[in-house]
């Protein structure tokens, strides 16, 4: 194909254990997934239809080092697990969602939490707060085929060795399956897609020098330095 600019590599993410590449094709986020978390951004925790939002697959950042983005004073960590789809496909049922799943794996969805708010109150749409670049730090896919479907398990984020955030993934307000299967009534999901499945209370700065190392039992840790 003669293409009249140099192409991007495609963005891909190593799976655990093998020298496999998993290639990304969407990036998708939940928000307020996690009662306590929507409680402090000021939001009531009954259940309601999700929302989401996306960032861009070359978010996604397995370096070990978070840039502190220009534009912003007020950065905020939310640790969260991922949830990559081997196969997708529109109005699935949350009996079978879990079949589309290829493997999970740990997230950081870091965001400008002040560029952020303005938006919010301006009723505009989040992605400059949200989808910059290496906003989202993570780790390699996990297969289901090695760790099961995690459906619970131990969530915690350290900054500097001190406890920021804390929950269980039984915590979720919407599961797994649900997630994929209310996302499938509105896009038609494909291999490579990622979904970012929110985060639990605890969500608070960085600064540079901040070591964050995020732990969910099954899938090992990720650490990441706040550069």
């Not at 969805?109 to 290496?134: C, H, N, Y």
Request: a negative charge.
């Amino acid at each position: 194909m003669d293409y009249v600019i140099s192409t991007q590599p495609i963005v891909s993410l190593p799976v655990h254990g093998t020298d496999a590449k998993f290639p990304v094709r969407r990036v998708y986020c939940i928000g307020r997934n996690y009662a306590g978390h929507a409680i402090e951004m000021g939001h009531d925790p009954d259940r309601e239809d999700p929302f989401f939002f996306q960032k861009n697959p070359n978010n996604l950042d397995l370096s070990g080092e978070f840039p502190y983005p220009q534009k912003s004073s007020d950065v905020h960590h939310e640790a969260e697990l991922f949830v990559a789809l081997k196969t997708g496909g529109t109005n699935i049922p949350v009996n079978k969602a879990l079949d589309h799943v290829f493997g999970y794996g740990l997230a950081l969805d870091m965001t400008r939490r002040d560029l952020q708010s303005i938006q919010k109150k301006m009723g505009r749409p989040w992605e400059v707060g949200k989808a910059f670049e290496k906003s989202a730090p993570c780790g390699p896919v996990h297969p289901v085929s090695a760790v099961g479907h995690l459906d619970q398990g131990h969530l915690e984020l350290k900054v500097n060795g001190a406890v920021r955030q804390e929950a269980d993934l039984n915590q979720m307000i919407w599961k797994v399956p649900e997630m994929i299967s209310y996302l499938s009534e509105y896009y038609e999901l494909a291999p490579g897609d990622v979904i970012l499945s929110g985060t639990p209370s605890g969500v608070a700065a960085v600064e540079k020098g901040d070591v964050m190392v995020l732990t969910i039992d099954g899938l090992g840790s990720l650490e990441v330095k706040v550069v």
